[in-house]
């Protein structure tokens, strides 16, 4: 069964500080992974999305990581602002297109001053 | 999230009755989809359409139906709401993009309430 796990449920960091969120998914065949931050009320919005052959994209101060291999992903944060404060999905599509999305929970972060 | 409205944004109803969301968006894509959110649940995929004539069914259809009036408009309908119908929708759209895959962009959500 395809599946994407995330962990923890949910964080609480103080601002400035880093934190790291893990995916595992069971997907296949796989075709790519993504991260969506979505704030409170608002829809989500991507931030990195990463086909198999990547193991590493950055945007700004987030960096996502994948491991095809083990089927994990992470996605770190740095420099943590109260403006981070939202949920991450993670998201696989497998390579039927972009119908079978796949859609991981959500780790909820909240930054704290 | 702009290129992608949703209307209305907060809606009550009662158990029964017939509800329409709609959603526009300005980003020419072919491709729109509408989601459900639940508490402690991903998104589920309940229909999407890769273009005005094609509209297929997703993995959580059953009570709901859509009409792609337009490439630019996707509206569900709710025939007879009914409480676990109650949730937050998504409307999104997708084109195919630089990271070699179809990127989808969502709008702001309707929360809909069946009482």
């Known amino acids: 069964k395809n599946q994407v796990e995330q962990s923890p449920q949910s964080l609480i960091i103080l601002e400035g500080k880093n934190c790291t969120l893990q995916?595992?998914?069971?997907?296949?065949?796989?075709?790519?992974l993504r991260w969506y931050k979505q704030d409170t009320g608002r829809g989500p919005v991507s931030l990195t999305i990463m086909t198999f052959s990547e193991n590493t994209k950055s945007n700004g101060r987030y960096t996502a990581t994948l491991d095809a291999d083990t089927k994990q992903s992470s996605l770190h944060i740095t420099a943590s602002q109260l403006s981070d404060s939202a949920s991450y999905i993670c998201v696989v599509s497998d390579q039927t297109g972009a119908n079978n999305l796949f859609f991981g929970t959500g780790t909820r972060l909240t930054v704290i001053p | 999230d702009a290129d992608v409205t949703q209307t209305p944004r907060n809606r009550i109803t009662k158990t029964g009755k017939r509800i329409m969301l709609e959603c526009s968006q300005t980003k020419g894509h072919d491709r729109m989809y509408w989601y459900r959110q639940d508490p402690g649940l991903g998104l589920r995929l309940i229909y999407y359409?890769?273009?005005?004539?094609?509209?297929n069914k997703g993995e959580i259809s059953d009570g709901y139906s859509v009409s792609r009036q337009a490439q630019a408009k996707f509206s569900l309908s709710l025939e007879s709401a009914i409480p676990n119908q109650t949730a937050l929708y998504f409307c999104?759209?997708?084109?195919?993009?630089?990271?070699?895959?179809?990127?989808?962009?969502f709008g702001p959500g309707t929360r809909l309430t069946v009482t």
């Open positions: 995916c595992n998914y069971t997907v296949s065949p796989f075709s790519n």
């Open positions: 359409s890769f273009d005005v004539k094609d509209i």
């Open positions: 999104a759209t997708s084109d195919y993009g630089t990271s070699g895959s179809y990127e989808q962009y």
